[in-house]
């Protein structure tokens, strides 16, 4: 293990604190990314790279207005677009001046950009600029080299922890970004991550990991499936989870004092932060809320019952090599091939669907209720072929 090194840094006029946990730590100040290296003593070097929010944001216009046919923008317009786009994110900002402008060129033309094909039109004395081919976009390139060596240092950090209890994930996400990011060279794709490019609502992930970390408390106009228009809730943010590729966060909601309120990340609308002083919640997510549930939704004052599975032959294998749920008991085979298993949980709506999803290869045989509930959704589906 690697001691703690903690190191304080002058960036302006602000002191800013950053520990280190192992060689490489990333902490973000306002504008700033700090990349501190270190060994397991002592720090050894500090390397300030200015990954500045407002530099992207300038690279990104720049792309807009180099992508437009439809109007020259010489390199007036194009000082203009970028400080209209910094003071829309932040009215007291300066904006930036001529050189800067140039500088932002020069490093998207270079190879630890995006190598951008830029071509510089004359007229007269003056010069409008414009990608040679406006099918080009920084957005649709790869990495760079650098991002992609900062990506496989972070990854060589993170592969440390597999095989750890509780990082099973390392395994898994390890390969998926090396594909994603195209780290490893290949001729062909040979690996497929199941994913929903469609889904709405990933814009919030971001903005809701970070008032979970920074403890903020946010205002989120919502709209569920069943009322006619959104609404406002006071939130104070917990805990995000995927469940079937839709996104959830879990918190307080302060209009009503229910502390596991859940919401759909495709339902909201807006989210704005606001100056109020944030409560902390002590429950452990995984270990307390979810584990005695199968998805997201958790009944209050619900009891855990035992809900016994009867499987077949075909699918027994299935269900015996990945368990519906982490109480799964040894199974029991009947002489006809038929595998019994048992969960214990709170019954709630994803159990349910998911009984259902295995059709006519599995049987609830306890408890009376859910068993019940099965056999009226089965009725259900039977009348809307057959009546």
Not at 52 to 69: E, Q
Not at 349 to 363: M, N
Request: with cysteine; aromatic share 12%; glycine share 2%.
């Amino acid at each position: 293990m690697h001691s703690i090194c903690t190191v304080n840094v002058q960036i302006k006029t602000s002191l800013k604190k950053v520990f280190c946990p192992a060689n490489h730590r990333v902490e973000f100040t306002e504008n700033k990314s700090i990349f501190v290296l270190c060994n397991s003593s002592a720090l050894k070097k500090i390397n300030l790279m200015s990954v500045n929010k407002n530099a992207l944001i300038r690279y990104k216009v720049l792309d807009r207005c180099f992508r437009n046919a439809g109007r020259q923008y010489f390199w007036e317009d194009l000082l203009d677009e970028c400080n209209k786009a910094l003071r829309e994110l932040d009215p007291s900002n300066g904006g930036i001046q001529r050189r800067q402008l140039f500088d932002d060129i020069r490093f998207m033309e270079s190879e630890h950009g995006w190598s951008v094909p830029l071509d510089r039109i004359r007229h007269g004395r003056k010069v409008h600029y414009r990608y040679e081919d406006l099918s080009f976009s920084i957005s649709n390139q790869p990495l760079n080299d650098s991002e992609a060596e900062q990506i496989k240092s972070a990854l060589q950090i993170i592969s440390r922890f597999s095989g750890t209890p509780q990082f099973e994930w390392v395994d898994e996400m390890i390969p998926m970004l090396e594909s994603k990011f195209q780290l490893k060279e290949r001729e062909k794709e040979i690996i497929c991550f199941e994913s929903n490019i469609d889904l709405e609502g990933r814009q919030f992930i971001t903005p809701l990991f970070n008032a979970i970390i920074n403890q903020r408390v946010l205002q989120i106009n919502y709209k569920d499936f069943k009322s006619p228009e959104a609404y406002d809730v006071i939130f104070h943010p917990y805990y995000l989870k995927q469940f079937n590729n839709r996104w959830f966060v879990f918190g307080l909601n302060a209009n009503n004092s229910i502390s596991t309120w859940n919401m759909a990340l495709d339902r909201i609308q807006s989210i704005n932060e606001l100056d109020l002083n944030f409560i902390v919640n002590e429950i452990d997510w995984e270990e307390d809320y979810f584990y005695d549930i199968i998805g997201v939704t958790r009944i209050l004052n619900s009891e855990i019952i035992e809900v016994v599975l009867q499987f077949t032959s075909d699918l027994a294998p299935y269900i015996q090599t990945k368990p519906i749920h982490p109480t799964q008991t040894k199974p029991k085979f009947l002489e006809s091939g038929e595998m019994v298993i048992s969960i214990k949980v709170i019954p709630n709506y994803e159990l349910e669907r998911l009984i259902i999803s295995y059709g006519a290869e599995v049987k609830v045989i306890s408890p009376k209720s859910i068993r019940d509930k099965i056999q009226s959704k089965i009725q259900e589906m039977f009348n809307l072929y057959f009546e």
